[in-house]
């Protein structure tokens, strides 16, 4: 049968569903008939050809572009030796999953060993893949922000304005920098006295680099 003919019968079944008069059907008949009725037609499983057709169009896709079926978002991916075949590709499909700008979590989805992990997440920051952020946590209970989001070197900024000798305009300049009260547990930062030994960070990998989208509309 031709395309054309098929779209036709679609269409056709189309307006006749949307020619069934609902009202009129309520009227001639009970509330458990419609309920057995509507069993009946959940009963009737109608095959899913736009699904099928699609699906049949992506397998013919990837017959003409096997690289599809491999590391092709993020092809950087390819030089970690550290990885599985199958890992590196579950890593470009991970990644492809965040926008630019996004934070990178959860990467105990391609690996569940810790140190396997670190080596990801330090070849995805020296490739420049990921740019680390920082965040000031509260020396006490950790769970608060003490600072708003900082890259590498607005962290060293702040580490260098930490190492000066207590002054005035050190302590305006911190104020700026960090929230001096922790709101979960009343911890308070003496502004005036604190030392770089004194910071805990929270780090995050914020996603930097583009993907390759040559192929996304192959």
């Known amino acids: 049968m031709e395309m054309k003919d098929i779209l036709q019968r679609f269409e056709e079944f189309k307006e006749y569903l949307n020619g069934i008069d609902l ?37 013919m896709k990837k017959e ?56 990801i997440e330090q070849y995805l920051i020296e490739k420049g893949v990921v740019e680390e952020q920082f965040v000031v946590n509260c020396p006490n209970c950790s769970g608060e922000r003490m600072s708003s989001m900082m890259n590498t070197e607005e962290k060293a900024k702040l580490e260098a304005l930490l190492s000066k000798e207590p002054s005035w305009e ?12 922790c709101n979960e547990c009343d ?21 930097v680099m583009e993907r390759d989208t040559t192929l996304d509309h192959a």
């Open 23 to 59: 009202e009129s059907i309520k009227q001639k008949h009970t509330r458990a008939e419609l309920k057995e009725f509507s069993k009946q037609l959940y009963n009737v499983k109608v095959r899913s050809l736009a699904y099928e057709v699609n699906q049949t169009a992506e397998e």
């Open 170 to 181: 050190r302590y305006e300049e911190l104020e700026g920098l960090l929230h001096y009260v």
């Open 64 to 119: 003409e572009f096997p690289q599809l079926l491999g590391v092709h978002r993020y092809p950087i991916i390819n030089e970690m030796e550290f990885l599985t075949e199958n890992q590196k590709i579950e890593l470009d499909k991970f990644l492809v999953m965040i926008r630019k700008g996004g934070y990178v979590s959860g990467l105990w989805k391609i690996s569940n060993k810790a140190e396997v992990i670190k080596k």
């Open 187 to 207: 911890t308070e930062l003496n502004l005036e006295k604190i030392k770089v030994q004194n910071i805990k960070y929270k780090t995050f990998l914020k996603l």
